[in-house]
């Protein structure tokens, strides 16, 4: 991967990350709320890691 495809990944990773912070933060702590975070981290994560990692 070039520099511009991590940095690409980085800046992605951290939105979802602070997304995830403020819905973890403000929400209720239950079952919907944890598939939630997983549900939205495979439709992020995964379309990204067959087009950039796996080649």
Sequence with gaps: ??????????????????????VWTRAEHNFMTLFAIVASGIIVF????????RK
């Design 1 to 22: 991967m070039t520099t511009g495809r991590w940095i690409r990944f980085a800046c992605i990773l951290g939105l979802w990350l602070f997304l995830v912070y403020i």
């Design 46 to 53: 995964v379309p990204l890691y067959k087009k950039y990692i």
